[in-house]
């Protein structure tokens, strides 16, 4: 941390202290939040979602469409297949940003060559994004995205029709699972710049309480479930 970002943390900390009327945590108050902040304690589970992997998908799969996505159960040769498919069926162009991650790289996309596909981040003029996930929640049917280089964080939000290719092996029971993966993943003080979780098509109901997709990211999500 900088200098700068530094004495700010420290006046932030500060304000705190003083809020609570106390200093520096010191003795055995220490100890006890220092362990705290060493092994994270996990947080309560919900009992709908500990269950077997195959169930999880399931659970998973059943509320993501109760949340207005919509879901294909495929083998991995057929994911490119079922993008053109979609794409037909919503009278969409044959053509998306995909995310440069590597992940996406083992599913054959030469398989269909009338299928137009650019790597990088999402542009305003996009109407269709494909992206993987890092992980997928069965408790509430919801997606968690992190940014970094192989998913610009773009193409959650800009083309108003959203592909995610998941596979079944990252599919956890609940929210701790994530925070458990994620700091194995990047480990406790290199998380990734933004953690998304998205639970359907974006929606509002701001204007005389009736839902409205697409308010603010894209109307359509279709999420690929990958066999395993």
């Known amino acids: 941390m900088s200098e700068t970002g530094n004495r700010a943390r420290l006046q932030v900390l500060d304000g705190i202290r003083r809020s609570l009327r106390r200093g520096e945590l010191t003795g055995a108050a220490r100890d006890a939040a220092e362990q705290r902040l060493k092994v994270p304690p996990p947080g309560p589970v919900v009992a709908r979602a500990r269950l077997p992997q195959p169930d999880k998908v399931a659970l998973f799969c059943q509320w993501a469409e109760a949340n207005n996505a919509t879901v294909a159960r495929l083998a991995p040769a057929d994911v490119p297949g079922e993008v053109v498919?979609?794409?037909?069926?919503?009278?969409?162009?044959?053509?998306?940003?995909?995310?440069?991650?590597?992940?996406?790289?083992?599913?054959?996309?030469?398989?269909?060559?009338?299928?137009?596909?650019?790597?990088?981040?999402?542009?305003?003029?996009?109407?269709?994004?494909?992206?993987?996930?890092?992980?997928?929640?069965?408790?509430?049917?919801?997606?968690?995205?992190?940014?970094?280089?192989?998913?610009?964080?773009?193409?959650?939000?800009?083309?108003?029709?959203?592909?995610?290719?998941?596979?079944?092996?990252?599919?956890?029971?609940?929210?701790e699972e994530v925070w458990a993966k994620l700091r194995a993943r990047y480990g406790k003080n290199a998380m990734p710049r933004t953690v998304n979780t998205i639970t359907g098509p974006s929606r509002t109901g701001d204007i005389e309480q009736t839902i409205e997709l697409g308010a603010h990211g894209p109307r359509r999500v279709h999420i690929i479930v990958v066999r395993d």
Do not use: K
């Open 85 to 175: 498919a979609y794409l037909a069926r919503n009278n969409l162009p044959a053509m998306a940003a995909m995310a440069p991650s590597p992940q996406l790289d083992c599913y054959g996309w030469s398989s269909e060559p009338m299928l137009s596909l650019r790597r990088g981040r999402g542009e305003g003029g996009d109407q269709v994004s494909i992206t993987g996930a890092f992980a997928a929640i069965a408790e509430t049917g919801t997606l968690v995205m992190t940014s970094g280089p192989d998913h610009p964080v773009t193409l959650n939000l800009l083309p108003d029709t959203h592909i995610v290719v998941l596979r079944e092996g990252d599919i956890v029971s609940g929210y």
